[in-house]
């Protein structure tokens, strides 16, 4: 799944008018427009760049999860003129994983399953999906349906994967809403439907 905002997007209309060609719905299910995905969790602030970092790092070090959860965020992206550092982002996401934020069990969740400045491990990548699943967010969410619609870490189970992906869809989740088409065209754990398909890939391209 495309990962960039402004490629996840075109990603995602792409994907749907080929299914409205195919399927020849058009008029039922009209393509919107592009527009910027969001991230579950991050916080838009009108904050100066140069005020970020000391404004959520005082926070951290009260102790508030949210705040180590932005921090991660911030330094995994390298958003707002923060540098990259997926060390530091890994290490905040955990402070604020074990502090009980369940956005932050999510995005650890990914960064053990991709990889991304730890050393992979599906393990403990499901661990933190459940956790964060269990506690209701959203990318933990989709994170366990990814891991069983392709038997990452777990055996392949379709019908569970679209239980998962269906969960993060009504939660206006383009990921998962995008999953969820893909399973509607490919018939996995649902019947093959190309409106059902139309309709969530033109959801996800309209999250923003």
Known sequence: VP?????AARFYKSAAEKVAEEGQILDQFPIVEKIR?????????????????QVYEASAEGGNPEAKRILGH??????H???????????YLREAAEGGDAVAMGHLGQMYVYGHGVEQNN????????????????????GL???YENGIGVERDHGRAFQY?????KRNDPDGQFDLANMYIAGHGVKKNYGKALEYFSLAANQG
Request: hydrophobic fraction near 40%.
């Open 3 to 7: 990962r960039s905002c402004e490629t």
């Open 37 to 53: 995905l969001a991230d579950e969790g991050v916080v838009t602030h009108d904050l100066p760049d140069e005020n970020v970092l």
């Open 74 to 79: 911030l330094y995994h992206y390298g958003a």
């Open 81 to 91: 003129n923060v540098p990259q550092d997926l060390q530091r982002a890994h290490d």
């Open 123 to 142: 393990e403990t990548a499901l661990r933190w999906f459940r956790q964060g699943a269990a506690k209701g967010g959203i990318a933990a969410i989709h």
């Open 145 to 147: 349906g990814y891991m």
């Open 165 to 169: 992906f269906s969960e993060a869809a």
